[in-house]
C-alpha cells in the first residue's frame, strides 16, 4: 500500500520557521521525483518545491530563498524547511509524487496533508 504521511504543520507567528516531513512507503521513494504543493484557503493547488531522486531542485519564486526542499533517501523522507514565513504561507502543504505537481491529476501518490497557519 503507497503511503505519504506529512507531519511538522502547526500555529507559527510571523517570521519564524517550521520544517514538514513527508514519509513515504509503497513505492520506490529514493528514485522518485517529488513536490511539496500547498492549497491556501479558497484556493487553488501551488507548487512549491520539486526535487529528483539526485536531489537537484526547483522552487517557485514565491518561496524561493524563504523555502527549502531535501530529501534523504535512507529514512525514505522528504523534507521542507521554511523559513521568514509570512501570513501569506498559511495553507494546508501536500507531498506529493511527481515533478513540479501542480494539479490533482499530476501527481502520483498524495498526502493527506497538514495545516500551517502563520499568525501573530
Known amino acids: 500500500e503507497v503511503q505519504l504521511v506529512e507531519s511538522g504543520g502547526g500555529l507559527v507567528q510571523p517570521g519564524g520557521s517550521l520544517r514538514l516531513s513527508c514519509v513515504a512507503s509503497g513505492f520506490s521513494f529514493s528514485s522518485s521525483p517529488m513536490t511539496w504543493v500547498r492549497q491556501p484557503p479558497g484556493k487553488g493547488l501551488e507548487c512549491l518545491s520539486s526535487?529528483?531522486?539526485?536531489?537537484?531542485?526547483d522552487h517557485a519564486d514565491s518561496v524561493k530563498g524563504r523555502f527549502t526542499i531535501s530529501r534523504d533517501n535512507a529514512k525514505n523522507t522528504l523534507y521542507l524547511q521554511m523559513n521568514s514565513l509570512k501570513p501569506d504561507d498559511t495553507a494546508v502543504y501536500y507531498c506529493a509524487k511527481g515533478w513540479r505537481v501542480d494539479s490533482w491529476s499530476s501527481g502520483d501518490y498524495w498526502g493527506q496533508g497538514t495545516q500551517v497557519t502563520v499568525s501573530s
Open positions: 526535487i529528483t531522486s539526485v536531489s537537484n531542485t
